[in-house]
Structures are given as C-alpha cells and as structure tokens.
C-alpha cells in the first residue's frame, strides 16, 4: 500500500469518526458554549442591570418587555437568570477542581506505594461514604458558615475521596500491566513511572466521572443556595432565585420556574458532554 | 459459614470505621472557630455559666479525653441537650425519625414502581424510539435538582389543584400515606432517574445470557422467561445499587422534607444548623451514618441471600 492511500484511509476513517459523534455530544457541546458565553458576557445579553429596582412593573408576568416576568420589588428575572450564569457554571468548576486534583494525587499515590497509607486511605473512604453527602457538607457548612467559599471548601473536603477512590483502583490496574514493570527494570524514578506512563493511561475514567461531577455540583450549589446555606442574597443565583420566587409561588409563579429551568438544560448539557465523552475515550474495538 | 457468622464478622469490620465517623464528628464541631462554649452557649450567659459549660463538655480536658467522653457518652445513649429545643438530642432525634423511615421507605417503594417497567420496555425496545424516548426523561430528570421537582408538585398538584395537603405527616397510617405521597414522589422521581440506569443495562446484559436462550428453546413463554431469569437476576444489581444509593436517597429526603415541611430529622437537621445547635448537628450526622450503615450491612445481607455465588464459604 502506498504512503499516500494511506493517508487517505486514515482520513477517511477519521471522517467517518467524526460523522459518527452522538449528536446528544454536538447538542451538549452547544448547550455547555452558550453557558458559557453567558457566563463570561452576561451584560451583552441581559436586557436589564439585574439589581435594579422598577417600581412601574411590579410582579409583572412574562411580557415582551420582560420575557421572564419580574420580581417584587421589579427586577427583570430574564437578566438574573442571565447574570446567574457566571455564578453557577463558576460552581461547576470552583466546586470540583480542587476536589479533582486533590484525589487524584491521593489516589495516585496511595495506588502505587500500597502500604500503611492505603489501609488508612481505604478506611478513611469507608468512614467518609457512611455519611451522606449533603449530610456531611452541610454540616461543614454550618461549622464554617453560610457562604460560596465556605460551600466550595465543605465540597472538597468531602468530594476527593471519589476522586481519589476511583484513581486508586485505575492505577492499580494499569500496574498490572507489562509496561509499568518495564519502566521499573528501566529504572525509572517512581514519580517519573506514576505521572508519565500510569497517570495518562489510568486518567480517563476520572475525567469522565468528573464530567457528571460538574453537573452534580451545579444541582448540589444551587440545592445549598436554595437552603440558604451556599450564595447569599442578593447575589444571582439560580437556587437563590427559585427560594426567592418561593413565597409568590402562587401569584408570580414565573420567579421560581424560570431559573429551575436554566437549572435543568445546563445540568443535562453537562451530563450529554460527559457520555459523549465518555463515548469518545472508550478504547473503540 | 453461616450467616449469622457472616452477620457477625461484617458489624466487626464496621467498628474502625465508627471509630473513624466519631473521630469526623467530634472534630466537626472543633473546627468552629473560637470557642466552642461560646457557640453553643445562650449569647447572654455569663463567664461563671460558660466555665460550667466547658466543665460539663469537658473543654479543659486534653483533646484525647474529650474525645473519650463524647464516644463514652454517645455509646451511653447522651447525645447532649438540645439548644434549640431545650431536650435530650437523642429524644428529640427518635421521636422525629420514624417519619423520614417512613419517608424513605415509601420513595424506595415509588422508585421500584417506576423505574422497573420503564427499565424493562427500555431494555426489550434497546435503541428502538421506545428506549431513546424513555432514557431522555429520566436524563432530564437527572439534571433536575430534588428541591426544584419538590416546588413543581407542591404548586401545581397541591396548591393549584388542591389534590394534596401543602405539608405535615398526619396522624394514622394512611393520612401518613396521603401527605407523604407527594414528597415520596419527589425523592422518587431522581431516585429511579439511577435505578433506570442500571437495571436497563442489567435486563440488557441478562437477556443474552445462556441460560435465558435455554429457557426460550425450552419453549418457556416470554412472560415466564422475563419474570422468573431475566428480573429476578436483574434484581441482584438492582438491590445493591439502590442500597449504595441510599446516600443519595437520604440527601434528597433532606431537601424534600424542607420543601414540604415534613417534621423528619432531615428538616430537624437545617433547623439546627440555623439555630447553630451544635449537639443537635452532632447528634443527627451521627444518626444519618448509623442509617446509612445498617442499609450498607442489610444490602449485603439481602445480597447474599438473592445470589449464593456471592455467600462466603
């Protein structure tokens, strides 16, 4: 065969990969961009400053003026839930991140060395999972006190066990393999075998569950605003604002359903990413 | 071995854990910034009250003793006095924890009635328009926060359309069961949103098996084959994975008994952290791991019993 049909099987059978992407992975790609567009420039879409008061459209319902509707003291809902953007796709990040890179490094660590520190790892993970989760970071929460640092420290605290768990069992799968032993005998130093050769190949499954992580984080911060235990008033937020629209739930409905609904098409874009993800770093047989 | 020999060994590997949980516990509230007198004390309390206080919580004590009187303590069954309520903590906790059990229960109960025949037309459509219809619900569902599902009902179902009460528990059983329904169906509603998950794939990776192509040459009937080998081996993975999900289950009864006002330890729990009643708080994060727990051990009893292959010999 030659070099140039080669290449152009490889090509074609790269098209071919790239006709066959789920199109729930373009739609959550899509979903996820504009969240974040209107994340990052909130005032080029948001028709109203969304603290300002409008004494002449109280309560209004949805309207051309104000597609959302606005709140009692007039706010424009279209523009809160625009401005709350920044805010919750920030939680999606800040609530995960740290979690992320703290059990990985755990879970590296206590995978590869094995010993004491994995017995006290595995028993710590035992005593961690017993709690349930929102248990336990509520109850951090109400140590350190209400608040969005204080919620994204009481989640990490508690969310790098998964992390951790999961990176623990991968890299003692990859080990198994010949490769790892190989780097061994090659003499290689131990953080050289653990971040360049198990690291890559053991990190996709993480990467995957740190994709549904986001999402749950989303659904988690705004739990903890609506509780009242995570953003503070008058911050945007989207739980904030369904807690909020709560007591006029029967006569301005639109204030608690509108920011559930930015709630639910973030949430199930994240979770469409994640199993297109997931699909794209499966090894393909 | 037996299984009581079985039951015996487990509860002795859960003591280092609970070693472990006490040890979270006791540090949680020492984390406090400060004080810890001051934070659980009256704000108007005197410097003779405060003393009195760290003597009776043993604050002067070195840390190691203090925690031997909290687990010496807890194990007696003192959990302290409630700030908030101005009772025992644990009367406080027993007398409100029937309801979220109840609460639990009853939205295991509503996940199985829905996630099971969802999971099986899924299943047996694989990829057909009846699956894809039936996978893309239950994803949006899983993007829907619990408390979010709970406001929908309350408005429409029972503020709007007054078909049930806005709140409470009632009195009998079945009073239980009307002003529960509604909260059962929220924790529900996400709780199956896992389950369909699961189960779909377990009928899935079943329904191929050997046994089952036997069975159907065998001439069994399609309803016999699906409910004597296909669910009742789907059911194995189902149960455990509805027993791991239990954390899952009790966070969202949290969020749902709040919402709906339900008077569970869920509620009682953000009453407290609001109140800052930090026994109360103690007191109920132990009693949220003791559950979870005894679930972890029941599943794993439940387990072995549905599947011999996984008994120990």
């Not at chain 1, 994995?118 to 929460?141: K, Q, S």
């Not at chain 2, 006095?81 to 939205?107: C, G, H, N």
């Not at chain 2, 001439?219 to 189902?238: F, K, M, P, Q, Y």
């Not at chain 2, 109920?284 to 010999?313: E, G, H, N, Y």
């Amino acid at each position: 065969m030659t070099n140039a049909s080669l290449s152009l099987k490889k090509r074609f059978s790269h098209y071919k990969y790239l006709r066959g992407l789920q199109s729930g992975f373009i739609a959550g790609l899509t979903i996820l961009g504009s969240s974040l567009i209107l994340a990052f420039f909130p005032t080029f879409f948001a028709p109203y400053d969304p603290n300002v008061f409008d004494f002449t459209a109280l309560q209004s319902p949805p309207t051309a003026l104000h597609p959302f509707g606005t709140d009692n003291l007039g706010r424009d809902t279209l523009s809160r839930v625009i401005w709350a953007y920044s805010v919750n796709m920030q939680m999606a990040l800040l609530a995960t991140i740290f979690s992320l890179i703290t059990g990985v490094l755990v879970g590296a660590m206590v995978g590869y060395y094995r010993g004491l520190a994995d017995i006290i790892f595995g028993r710590c993970v035992d005593a961690i999972i017993t709690f349930p989760f929102l248990v336990l970071v509520i109850a951090v929460v109400a140590v350190l006190g209400p608040g969005l640092i204080n919620m994204y420290i009481a989640i990490t605290l508690v969310g790098w066990v998964y992390y951790a768990r999961l990176m623990r069992a991968e890299i003692m799968a990859q080990m198994a393999n010949d490769y790892a032993s190989a780097g061994k005998v090659m003499g290689y130093s131990d953080s050289r075998i653990i971040f360049r050769h198990l690291l890559p190949n053991a990190i996709t499954p993480v990467i995957v569950y740190w994709m549904t992580d986001m999402a749950l984080a989303i659904l988690l911060g705004s739990s903890l605003g609506y509780l009242g235990l995570g953003a503070q008033p008058p911050e945007a937020e989207w739980g904030v604002l369904i807690a909020e629209g709560r007591n006029f739930i029967t006569t301005a409905w639109w204030l608690s359903l509108m920011p559930g609904i930015a709630i639910v098409i973030t949430g199930f874009g994240f979770s469409l990413v994640g199993d297109g993800i997931a699909d794209l770093l499966r090894p393909r047989g | 071995m037996s299984s009581l020999t079985y039951l015996f060994s487990r509860l002795l590997q859960m003591i280092p854990t609970f070693i472990l949980v006490m040890i979270i516990i006791f540090l949680l509230v020492r984390l406090l910034p400060g004080d810890p007198a001051i934070a659980m004390a009256d704000a108007k309390a005197t410097e003779a009250q405060l003393e009195a206080l760290r003597q009776r919580l043993g604050l002067n004590e070195p840390l190691w003793t203090q925690f031997f009187y909290f687990v010496r303590n807890v194990l007696a069954g003192d959990l302290g006095q409630s700030i908030l309520l101005k009772a025992p903590v644990a009367d406080v906790i027993l007398e409100r924890l029937p309801v979220t059990v109840f609460l639990t229960l009853y939205a295991v109960l509503f996940s199985i009635l829905i996630a099971g025949p969802l999971a099986a037309v899924a299943a047996l459509n694989k990829n057909r328009r009846a699956d894809i219809i039936i996978r893309g619900l239950f994803q949006v569902g899983l993007s829907t926060p619990v408390f979010y599902i709970g406001l929908l009902l309350l408005t429409f179902l029972a503020a709007f359309l007054r078909w049930f009460p806005v709140g409470g528990y009632g009195q009998t059983f079945w009073q239980h069961m009307y002003h529960l329904l509604l909260p059962a169906l929220t924790v529900a509603l996400y709780t199956s949103a896992i389950i369909m998950r699961n189960l779909r794939s377990a009928i899935i990776e079943v329904i191929d098996a050997e046994y089952v192509q036997f069975a159907r040459a065998k001439g069994l009937s399609e309803g016999l084959i699906l409910r004597r080998h296909v669910l009742r081996n789907a059911l194995v993975s189902t149960v455990t994975l509805l027993g791991l999900s239990i954390g899952n289950l009790m966070s969202g009864t949290l969020v749902t008994e709040t919402v709906f006002a339900v008077p569970g330890v869920g509620r009682l729990m953000l009453d407290a952290i609001f109140a800052r009643d930090y026994p109360l708080i103690q007191g109920l994060t132990l009693t949220f791991a003791v559950l979870v727990s005894l679930v972890f051990l029941l599943t794993d009893m439940i387990q072995s019993w549905l599947d011999p292959r996984l008994r120990p010999s």
